[in-house]
């Protein structure tokens, strides 16, 4: 008597008890669930609208590669004319150096000019590099990162002929990397004639200014390197007997120098170089009274009468890729997203600069990351929904339930879509991953509705009843399972410190995402399984 009551108190008290306002959660749903079996077409209807709608609004938020990471400083860099001394350099540099300094948001400025020590850039005089590490956020002035550059960029803009890239010290190495130029997005020229590639890069860059959301848009120059050209006249060398090499060799030795002695000390050898001094070879009208000696000691003549002597323009740098000689276009963007800026500037470039025959056009930069990345998403994810519905079938050896379950999947797009809209962020690969995770938690909450339903039908309970009593059974975990992930991301979708602009699309299309795929699984799901066959007893399977 007494193990038949201790049993029994054991069982009462392990049994599983439901609070009131489950009960009253549980009974308002099961309500709620007769009033959309009454209207299941209307209820398909709408559902589908707003998936409908949530699609068609979806490039309105705009795409990237990955969200901007805020590094906590600012990455500066200055290229002036190839011809700039570097006494101006130095000047530029001071002047640069006081209005940065005179943000209450700086902590400090370092500045660098020229190539570093160790030589592993080609880098000139006219190359100016500053390093601004900035204070905390709640010390700024300005709300965003991008007001504060925007500020900058005004004020340096007053200094005449001055070419800014506004970067970040990591993000400035990885754009370099990318596509050999410091920018987010990069327009590559190919062709072989230098002065055409030129041309059509200061085209370019004027179509891509006029964009709006571009920045620091500049055509990597080509020319501006000062020259000498010395063209012998073949004919006056003819005349006076004199030999080319002869020439040659006399300019060779005047400009550039020859080694005439050797000079050891110890076991050191050192050339002796016979050059002019810069006095005498720094101005074109010197060189061309550069005395050429005449044959046979006869004399000497001045090379202005043997050759054609001018200043002139030449290549700065030629810079190729895959054999073929090319031309950069950068540009950074700020207030719009890679996206929608590169389709417009992409149209806009095809309508305004024609390219010759032979000369192509390349897009890179953040944006060729970003495509390379969607299109590998394009091929995984239905990979992944195909496995997924193997898996299902599998489980419920029956199509039906499978392509149900699976069906609740794109419902997650709403939340997600609309949870990046009030976040004000794009889509993005981070992006892209929350939704896919997101899909395999409204995967989940469908089986876990299914199989209870399937469970109750088959121990003979009508259609209509066994979807009421099992979604009504399955609320609790469904809903539970929500909030665990909800919640457990909600801090990372609201967070906005440093680091935090690569986690909150993914936290926020989570967050969004569940909600959606909640509300859809316990709403449409049952209404989608009262279809497909009459109300009677399901049989029972062996």
Do not use: C
Not at 4 to 12: D, I
Not at 128 to 145: G, M, S
Not at 276 to 284: I, S, Y
């Amino acid at each position: 008597m007494v193990p038949t009551l201790l049993s029994y108190a054991l069982n009462k008290d392990m049994a599983e008890k439901e609070s009131v306002w489950l009960h009253r959660l549980q009974t308002g749903y099961r309500a709620l669930l007769v009033r959309l079996q009454l209207r299941r077409r209307a209820t398909i209807a709408v559902s589908v609208l707003i998936l409908a709608a949530a699609l068609l609004l979806a490039p309105l938020l705009g795409s990237e590669f990955l969200p901007k990471l805020d590094e906590g400083n600012i990455w500066l860099t200055i290229s002036l004319p190839q011809s700039s001394a570097l006494s101006n350099t130095k000047e530029i540099e001071r002047k640069v150096r006081a209005v940065l300094s005179s943000y209450p948001e700086v902590k400090a400025v370092i500045t660098h000019v020229g190539r570093p020590d160790d030589g592993t850039d080609p880098k000139g005089p006219n190359n100016i590099e500053i390093l601004v590490d900035l204070k905390p956020h709640d010390e700024w002035r300005f709300a965003t990162k991008d007001a504060l550059v925007d500020s900058m960029s005004a004020k340096l803009a007053t200094i005449p002929g001055l070419p800014t890239n506004f970067s970040q010290v990591i993000q400035d190495s990885v754009e370099e990397s990318l596509s050999g130029a410091k920018g987010e997005i990069a327009v590559k020229v190919f062709g072989p004639n230098l002065e055409m590639l030129e041309t059509k890069g200061r085209q370019i860059a004027s179509v891509l200014d006029r964009i709006q959301g571009s920045a620091d848009v500049a055509a990597l120059p080509v020319g501006g390197q000062s020259e000498v050209d010395i063209r012998l006249r073949r004919e006056a060398l003819a005349r006076y007997g004199i030999r080319v090499t002869d020439v040659n060799l006399m300019i060779q030795t005047a400009l550039g120098g020859s080694a005439v002695n050797v000079f050891y000390d110890g076991e050191r050898r050192y050339d002796v170089t016979l050059r002019f001094g810069p006095n005498f070879r720094d101005q074109v009208d010197d060189i061309a009274n550069l005395p050429v000696a005449l044959p046979d000691g006869k004399g000497s003549i001045p090379l202005g009468d043997l050759a054609d002597v001018e200043l002139r323009q030449g290549a700065s740098r030629i810079q190729r890729e895959a054999g073929s000689r090319n031309v950069i276009v950068k540009a950074n963007l700020r207030g719009r997203d890679q996206g929608s800026f590169v389709a417009e500037a992409q149209k806009k470039v095809a309508a305004e600069v024609a390219l010759p025959a032979g000369y192509t056009l390349t897009w890179g930069g953040q944006f060729e990351n970003q495509q390379r990345a969607m299109g590998r998403l394009k091929v995984i994810v239905p990979i992944t929904l195909g496995l997924i519905f193997s898996l299902l079938f599998w489980a419920f050896r029956d199509i039906r339930p499978a392509l149900l379950v699976l069906a609740m999947v794109p419902f997650t797009l709403i939340g997600g879509f609309a949870g990046l809209g009030f976040a004000g962020l794009h889509l993005s690969v981070s992006a892209a991953v929350g939704f896919i995770a997101v899909a395999g938690i409204s995967v989940q909450n469908g089986v876990i509705m299914v199989e209870q339903v399937i469970e109750i039908a088959r121990r003979g309970a009508p259609r209509s009843e066994a979807i009421l009593d099992g979604a009504m059974l399955r609320l609790r975990p469904i809903v539970m399972t929500a909030l665990m992930a909800g919640l457990g991301l909600l801090p990372a979708a609201l967070s906005h410190g440093i680091g935090s602009e690569t986690q909150r699309p993914f936290a926020v299309v989570i967050v969004g995402g569940i909600v959606s795929a909640t509300l859809f699984t316990l709403l449409l799901l049952p209404v989608l399984l009262s279809f497909g066959g009459p109300d009677r007893p399901a049989a029972k399977r062996n």
